[in-house]
């Protein structure tokens, strides 16, 4: 499966993915009103400490960062126009720290694993006729589409490139759009004729 | 759910995905700024499918981004994405969805390319960047006013792309007139 984890096998694999995500909360409750400096430079380190004892690979994984910096440069650049660059400096430290702890937790949880721990959470659809196992459903049903229609864009851009030469590139949305419904009214028809998608009542 | 109501959540929810993952479009009028089509995705769920289906494609997108699937564009994704100053962003695309759709529904016996433009551009570029400006201010520290500052360069991309979307509706219901669910539901 596509996913962020990491393949090879941390100490912090072996923590149950309901306590990574309720300290994930924890820490986020705590750090977002903050605002010293030093503090939030601490969590920081903190972070990239947890990163080191993770192993090389996981502060490879740092990398990730990298489409954000722009972003970071544009709130910074704010942050010193208004004359205060400590406060930019506080809100960069914990941007930074979130991000790379809340990967961490993602670096280290298969998506089944995480999937069971939120599970409990939709319990409460069953209230509205909803099931936790549809929701499990669809997202298996994404994944599993997302290679599908790559196919099928890869497909149409190959008959483009066959008639005029160039890629096809926003000109097949709308062809696109018309198959891939196609496609789903196909699988909708598969799914009924298996039993259906499982509703509240069933369970 | 009928089972077709949950087969197109997962497929919008999926071409948002695939759109994010595609190789980067050069868009004409652009003048060569390299957009990424994802947030198009939100505008063409809520226009196609209305805002409830629409609205519920970007909830389980959302949802699998945050197990841990690199779905948006550039391959991040996990827990990270909801911690950074974009958040805004994300959680609007639900809004998004849910306002073109309702947009596009009530405007049911409008022409299609009209009631798709304004669908996509007031969902598109008035919800989004609601939505967009609060997350940056909040996450970012930042006034309200520097927040609209640091977001504005990216508005002239998503009014194309909400143009485009209005074109995509038109062709499709040119094509397949039952495909735009928005208006037979």
Known sequence: ?203 | MKDRTLVQVALYAAIFAVLGLLPRFDLPFAAGVPITAQSMGAMLAGVMLGAWRGALAMVLLLFVVALGAPLLAGGRGGLGVFFSPSVGFFFGWIAVAFVSGWIMQALRKAPVFPAALLAAVFGGVVVMYAFGIAGMALVGGLSVMDATKACLIFIPGDAIKAVLVALIAQTVARGMPEALLSRNA
């Open chain 1, 1 to 203: 499966m596509i996913s962020l984890y990491l393949a090879q096998r941390t100490w912090l694999h072996g923590v149950p993915a309901g306590w990574k995500l309720l300290a994930l909360a924890l820490v986020s409750l705590i750090a977002a009103p903050l605002d010293s400096l030093p503090l939030m430079a601490g969590l920081l380190v903190a972070v990239l400490a947890l990163y080191v004892s993770l192993g090389r690979a996981a502060v490879a994984q740092i990398a990730l960062l990298r489409p954000l910096w722009p972003l970071f440069l544009i709130l910074l650049a704010f942050h010193w126009w208004n004359g205060d660059v400590t406060a930019g400096l506080v809100v960069l430290a914990r941007i930074l720290a979130m991000v790379l702890l809340a990967n961490a937790v993602t670096m280290t949880t298969r998506m089944d694993a995480m999937m069971d721990a939120v599970e409990p959470l939709l319990a409460p659809l069953g209230w509205f006729g909803g099931s936790p196992r549809a929701v499990a459903l669809a997202v298996a049903l994404m994944i599993r589409l997302i290679p599908l229609l790559f196919a099928l864009w890869e497909a149409l851009n190959e008959s483009w490139r066959a008639r005029t030469g160039k890629r096809g590139g926003w000109r097949l949305l709308a062809p696109f759009c018309i198959q891939t419904l196609r496609l789903s009214h196909h699988t909708a028809e598969a799914l009924a004729a298996r039993g259906g998608a499982p509703r509240g009542t069933r369970r």
